[in-house]
């Protein structure tokens, strides 16, 4: 069993930065893969990023490429999404999830444990 819970989402302006963390509980954490999700109002669930277990691999959706960066510390039993250059378009509950499937998938289904998620809002 893995619980997870997300922190550091709040409202920011048009091109500032927000750090998301994922805390994990459970000593197994480090043999999942970590992802983050998001779901704007009216939307569908969206893939943001995925890093595998060991954090070597990681991808992420086109529209955050090169503004996001994923991360993890499985020492610490934590996972980052550093988000810059953030538009209103970003505007969603961002949740982080756990997967078995240790490379890191990018389908919602293929994720085990799911946190409560946290509203990040960029104003223009």
């Known amino acids: 069993q893995v619980q997870l819970v997300e922190s550091g989402g709040g409202l920011v302006q048009a091109g500032g930065s927000l750090r998301l963390s994922c805390a994990a509980s459970?000593?197994?954490?480090?043999?999942?893969?970590l992802g983050w999700f998001r779901q704007a109002p009216g939307k569908e669930r969206e893939f943001v990023a995925a890093i595998s277990w060991s954090g070597g691999s990681t991808s992420y959706s086109d529209s955050v490429l090169g503004r996001f960066t994923i991360s993890r510390d499985n020492a610490k039993n934590t996972g980052a999404l550093q988000m810059n250059s953030l538009k209103p378009e970003d505007t969603a509950v961002y949740f982080c999830a756990a997967s078995v499937q240790d490379w890191g998938p990018q389908l919602a289904d293929e994720y085990d444990y799911w946190g409560q998620g946290t509203q990040v809002t960029v104003s223009s």
């Open positions: 459970g000593r197994t954490f480090r043999y999942y893969a």
